[in-house]
């Protein structure tokens, strides 16, 4: 059974950096795909960005382009998302989910998924 623990969040301002880490357990991944989404409340859950296991390559929504960062440690088996220059419409509770294949931006293709961590920006 693969475990995803979340870690990371907190409380930042409007141009601040926070650095998600999500660890996995249960499964060296050698393949398939990871990614963090987000959901504010009373809004739907959205990909913020993944990660393709095997070789790095990486996606990300066109609202978080230039400013996150995702990238994973093998050795870790840990995936983090690295976020700068926070908006406030940053804030929502974040999820670090996993799956076999290719990378989708559908979450519902997901396996796998944390139990979140939350993320708010003050303006």
């Known amino acids: 059974q693969v475990q995803l623990v979340e870690s990371g969040g907190g409380l930042v301002q409007a141009g601040g950096s926070l650095r998600l880490s999500c660890a996995a357990s249960?499964?060296?991944?050698?393949?398939?795909?990871m990614a963090w989404f987000r959901q504010a409340p009373g809004k739907e859950r959205e990909l913020v960005a993944a990660?393709?296991?095997?070789?790095?390559?990486?996606y990300y929504a066109d609202f978080v382009k230039g400013r996150f960062t995702i990238s994973r440690d093998k050795a870790k088996n840990t995936v983090y998302l690295q976020m700068n220059s926070l908006k406030p419409e940053d804030t929502g509770v974040h999820f670090c989910?996993?799956?076999?294949?290719?990378?989708?931006?559908?979450?519902?293709?997901?396996?796998?998924w944390g139990q979140g961590t939350q993320v708010t920006v003050s303006s």
């Open positions: 249960g499964r060296t991944f050698t393949s398939g795909a």
């Open positions: 989910a996993a799956k076999s294949g290719s990378v989708t931006y559908n979450r519902h293709l997901y396996t796998y």
């Open positions: 990660i393709r296991w095997s070789d790095g390559n990486t």
